[in-house]
């Protein structure tokens, strides 16, 4: 099955900074990766995605790239705000009749003043 | 629109008991998920159902753990007897089919005694 690495497990920028959490996957046949944010005992929320026919994608502040070659894919947060911090969690879809998505651990991003 | 609806959101129970979760999905999402997220891990599919029928339940503890979708739309998801490892928040999600994007509740965090 799909396997999917996260790093780094936690990472803290000062406001105004940059942030990438980067993401490996396993199986080549997968198509579709997003991003999901998830504050502090709430339920994860989709920020981003892209599909496999895409190179990068970005949505004002936030940015994906993909690299199917090498089968990675990151996630890029310009300009950092407080309220960006959470933990963000990868995900790669496979293919076939269930597509299911395999998550990646979490990035714990806090962003400090 | 509504989101995904989960009831309760907290539940503690001693070990050997049993205990039940209720999804009600985003009207017209075909596909609905429950996942069981760990502290400090990504959420981990348990089953998918796709209407009322069940796409993927590789990753479910059958001898432990049951999930329905009668009429295609309301799931519930049951624990019996629940062990120390069940703690967790097991949430749920939904989408228009399986290859959309996937939105999820705010979750229902299980203690076990």
């Known amino acids: 099955g799909e396997n999917v690495e996260q790093h780094p497990s936690t990472l803290s920028v000062q406001e105004g900074d940059s942030a990438v959490i980067k993401c490996t996957y396993s199986?080549?046949?997968?198509?579709?990766f997003p991003w999901y944010k998830q504050e502090l005992g709430k339920r994860p929320q989709l920020i981003i995605d892209?599909?496999?026919?895409?190179g990068e994608k970005k949505d004002q502040r936030i940015a994906v790239t993909l690299n199917k070659t090498a089968k990675h894919f990151s996630l890029h947060i310009t300009e950092t705000q407080p309220e960006d911090s959470a933990v963000y969690f990868c995900?790669?879809?496979?293919?076939?009749?269930?597509?299911?998505?395999?998550f990646g651990t979490g990035t714990r991003l806090q962003v400090t003043l | 629109e509504a989101g995904v609806a989960q009831s309760p959101r907290y539940k503690i129970i001693e070990k050997r008991q049993s205990v039940a979760f209720w999804c009600n999905p985003i009207?017209?999402?075909?596909?609905l998920y429950w996942y069981q997220q760990i502290l400090g891990q990504g959420p981990k599919l348990l089953i998918q159902?796709?209407?009322?029928?069940?796409?993927?339940d590789s990753q479910l503890p059958k001898d432990r753990f049951s999930a329905e979708r009668l009429k295609g739309v309301d799931s519930t998801l049951k624990i019996q007897p629940a062990k120390l490892e069940d703690s967790a928040v097991y949430l749920c999600?939904?989408?228009?089919?399986?290859?959309?994007?996937?939105?999820f509740g705010d979750g229902t965090r299980l203690s076990i005694l």
């Open positions: 999600a939904s989408s228009l089919g399986s290859y959309q994007p996937q939105h």
């Open positions: 199986d080549s046949a997968s198509n579709y």
């Open positions: 892209i599909r496999s026919n895409v």
């Open positions: 995900a790669a879809r496979s293919t076939g009749t269930a597509s299911k998505l395999t």
């Open positions: 009207s017209g999402h075909a596909t």
């Open positions: 159902f796709q209407n009322n029928g069940v796409v993927d």
